[in-house]
């Protein structure tokens, strides 16, 4: 017969099979990175460039008119080409409809509109939808929605809304929905400026006692220009105000193109990327180009790195399962050991012990459970002492509740008969003084509840029998001290008669002497 591996030797073989996995792992993977950067890599760049020349083959070109310096929207780069919120929008819009944009940048919002107007252009990328501007373009869905609110000094206090600009100086920009806005409140000293930074630092400085914009726009710029924290919002927005692409009036396949795109593109999370990216944090050190360009360089360096790396955490694995399985062993000796004392204990307490599940069930009783009760774990199967009506019935039931919750304490002594509950109708009626408490809980869970019986009945019938004792005696006491009262009554009438009678006869002598002294008297006359 073959002989049985020891588990040291188990252990060897089980660290061996691990050992020559990891190493055939490690070369999989070494060559799975090789066939990505010779073969995928090339591969993927040669097609992407074979469909991007397809697809530029039937782009349809068009012209959008934008604004040179309207932040976050619109401004031109170091590169002095357009760049804001609406060209990165307008791109991925454009990406999506099939459209190749070219930009004529103009300096003011008035020759932008002339551009559309004359057919210069075929469209401006972001604009405000106001009824007036509907005579000249047709707008297409949504693509942003923000608040138009008025902006104070941060120790401005005493304005608080639309109501306290009456006989103020009230900036707003020029082309921008701010005016009409203002133009329609009664007692304004309206001021337009040609550009936001001017009328922001109009606020500042004090020239104006109130600024009205866009509150996305504004934050942006103040935030950029790092004077965010010297100005607040006070009261509720003006207006809300929706910005969409304005096409030129009667471009209706344009118009069509365009709104599939932006129903499309607007429930994207490419839409959500560029609005944080304009509306959201400061931009960090760290962009997207940046990360990108140190990557690249780093790329090989990297590469090389991991395989070393990986061979060493293989081998520091290696070690961490042999030192955790020899942990483990320990634990489970441990818990070996305490389970075995745990049982030792309970089978030789002379305490009756009973444990219980967490529903009411007992599922464990030791020697002098059954000694106590005369009964055994077979006859308790269908027995729950949260159900038991005997429990409830002698008012124990809350302290046994509060023992299942996780409560240790003693309860009342109690004469207990199991023949009186249904569900055992067996063993012998005993008084006991029970212990309750939780066991075996593990990250706050109870999984045991243990209760402990010491058996009182001797104590309680010796107490009955002494105070049996003491009823005797007080009655013989009673009894003895009522003949006595008797006998003391009798013999307090018959010495009241005696003294009478000793009167009496005192009362005799004397009126005798009294006689015989009267008798002398008249003998001797």
Same mark, same amino acid.
């Given at each position: 017969?073959?002989?049985?591996?020891?588990?040291?030797?188990?252990?060897?073989?089980?660290?061996?099979?691990?050992?020559?996995?990891?190493?055939?792992?490690?070369?999989?993977?070494?060559?799975?990175?090789?066939?990505?950067?010779?073969?995928?890599?090339?591969?993927?760049?040669?097609?992407?460039?074979?469909?991007?020349?397809?697809?530029?083959?039937?782009?349809?070109?068009?012209?959008?008119?934008?604004?040179?310096?309207?932040?976050?929207?619109?401004?031109?780069?170091?590169?002095?080409?357009?760049?804001?919120?609406?060209?990165?929008?307008?791109?991925?819009?454009?990406?999506?409809?099939?459209?190749?944009?070219?930009?004529?940048?103009?300096?003011?919002?008035?020759?932008?509109?002339?551009?559309?107007?004359?057919?210069?252009?075929?469209?401006?990328?972001?604009?405000?939808?106001?009824?007036?501007?509907?005579?000249?373009?047709?707008?297409?869905?949504?693509?942003?929605?923000?608040?138009?609110?008025?902006?104070?000094?941060?120790?401005?206090?005493?304005?608080?809304?639309?109501?306290?600009?009456?006989?103020?100086?009230?900036?707003?920009?020029?082309?921008?929905?701010?005016?009409?806005?203002?133009?329609?409140?009664?007692?304004?000293?309206?001021?337009?400026?040609?550009?936001?930074?001017?009328?922001?630092?109009?606020?500042?400085?004090?020239?104006?006692?109130?600024?009205?914009?866009?509150?996305?726009?504004?934050?942006?710029?103040?935030?950029?220009?790092?004077?965010?924290?010297?100005?607040?919002?006070?009261?509720?927005?003006?207006?809300?105000?929706?910005?969409?692409?304005?096409?030129?009036?009667?471009?209706?396949?344009?118009?069509?193109?365009?709104?599939?795109?932006?129903?499309?593109?607007?429930?994207?999370?490419?839409?959500?990327?560029?609005?944080?990216?304009?509306?959201?944090?400061?931009?960090?050190?760290?962009?997207?180009?940046?990360?990108?360009?140190?990557?690249?360089?780093?790329?090989?360096?990297?590469?090389?790195?991991?395989?070393?790396?990986?061979?060493?955490?293989? $081998?520091?694995?290696?070690?961490?399962?042999?030192?955790? +399985?020899? %942990? !483990? #062993? /320990? *634990? &489970?000796? @441990? =818990?070996?050991?305490?389970?075995?004392?745990?049982?030792?204990?309970?089978?030789?307490?002379?305490?009756?012990?009973?444990?219980?599940?967490?529903?009411?069930?007992?599922?464990?009783?030791?020697?002098?459970?059954?000694?106590?009760?005369?009964?055994?774990?077979?006859?308790?199967?269908?027995?729950?002492?949260?159900?038991?009506?005997?429990?409830?019935?002698?008012?124990?039931?809350?302290?046994?509740?509060?023992?299942?919750?996780?409560?240790?304490?003693?309860?009342?002594?109690?004469?207990?008969?199991?023949?009186?509950?249904?569900?055992?109708?067996?063993?012998?009626?005993?008084?006991?003084?029970?212990?309750?408490?939780?066991?075996?809980?593990?990250?706050?869970? $109870?999984?045991?509840?243990?209760?402990?019986?010491?058996? +009182?009945? %001797? !104590? #309680? /019938? *010796? &107490?009955? @029998? =002494?105070?049996?004792?003491?009823?005797?005696?007080?009655?013989?006491?009673?009894?003895?001290?009522?003949?006595?009262?008797?006998?003391?009554?009798?013999?307090?009438?018959?010495?009241?008669?005696?003294?009478?009678?000793?009167?009496?006869?005192?009362?005799?002598?004397?009126?005798?002497?009294?006689?015989?002294?009267?008798?002398?008297?008249?003998?001797?006359?």
């Amino acid at each position: 017969m073959p002989r049985k591996p020891t588990y040291e030797e188990l252990e060897q073989g089980v660290g061996k099979l691990k050992k020559d996995y990891i190493e055939r792992k490690l070369v999989f993977d070494c060559w799975r990175w090789w066939l990505f950067l010779v073969v995928i890599i090339p591969f993927s760049i040669f097609t992407s460039a074979v469909a991007q020349d397809d697809v530029h083959s039937r782009l349809l070109d068009v012209t959008a008119a934008v604004p040179r310096d309207f932040p976050p929207h619109y401004f031109v780069d170091n590169n002095s080409k357009p760049a804001g919120f609406a060209i990165d929008i307008m791109e991925q819009i454009a990406t999506i409809a099939g459209l190749r944009v070219s930009y004529l940048i103009e300096d003011f919002w008035t020759k932008v509109a002339e551009a559309v107007k004359s057919g210069r252009a075929d469209l401006i990328p972001n604009l405000g939808i106001t009824a007036l501007r509907k005579a000249w373009v047709d707008y297409t869905a949504p693509v942003e929605t923000f608040p138009v609110s008025i902006f104070v000094r941060k120790q401005t206090y005493n304005i608080k809304g639309v109501e306290d600009l009456s006989g103020r100086k009230v900036a707003a920009v020029k082309f921008n929905v701010g005016v009409a806005l203002l133009q329609s409140c009664e007692g304004i000293d309206l001021e337009v400026f040609n550009d936001v930074m001017n009328a922001l630092f109009g606020l500042l400085s004090s020239h104006v006692d109130a600024l009205v914009y866009p509150t996305p726009v504004l934050k942006k710029i103040a935030r950029e220009a790092r004077v965010d924290h010297r100005i607040k919002i006070v009261g509720e927005p003006l207006k809300e105000i929706k910005r969409a692409v304005a096409v030129r009036k009667g471009d209706a396949k344009l118009l069509e193109r365009l709104n599939r795109a932006i129903n499309h593109f607007v429930s994207t999370e490419d839409y959500q990327r560029i609005y944080a990216k304009w509306y959201g944090k400061p931009r960090p050190f760290w962009t997207a180009s940046r990360v990108a360009l140190v990557m690249s360089g780093l790329f090989l360096t990297a590469f090389a790195a991991m395989v070393a790396w990986k061979y060493y955490t293989t $081998i520091k694995l290696n070690r961490r399962l042999v030192a955790t +399985i020899a %942990e !483990r #062993k /320990q *634990a &489970e000796e @441990a =818990l070996k050991e305490s389970e075995e004392r745990f049982r030792t204990m309970m089978e030789q307490s002379p305490i009756a012990i009973q444990i219980m599940t967490t529903d009411g069930r007992i599922v464990q009783v030791n020697d002098a459970y059954e000694r106590l009760w005369e009964i055994t774990l077979e006859d308790l199967k269908g027995y729950n002492i949260l159900r038991d009506e005997q429990a409830k019935s002698l008012g124990l039931m809350p302290y046994i509740e509060r023992g299942f919750a996780g409560e240790a304490l003693s309860l009342p002594p109690f004469e207990y008969d199991p023949m009186k509950t249904k569900t055992v109708k067996k063993g012998r009626k005993r008084w006991i003084q029970p212990y309750i408490y939780p066991a075996n809980v593990e990250n706050g869970e $109870i999984r045991n509840v243990i209760m402990m019986h010491e058996d +009182i009945t %001797e !104590r #309680k /019938q *010796a &107490e009955e @029998a =002494l105070h049996k004792t003491h009823d005797e005696l007080e009655a013989n006491a009673e009894e003895k001290t009522k003949n006595l009262k008797e006998k003391t009554e009798k013999l307090q009438r018959m010495n009241t008669l005696f003294v009478n009678r000793e009167l009496r006869m005192k009362e005799l002598k004397e009126e005798i002497n009294e006689l015989k002294s009267k008798i002398q008297e008249e003998g001797k006359s």
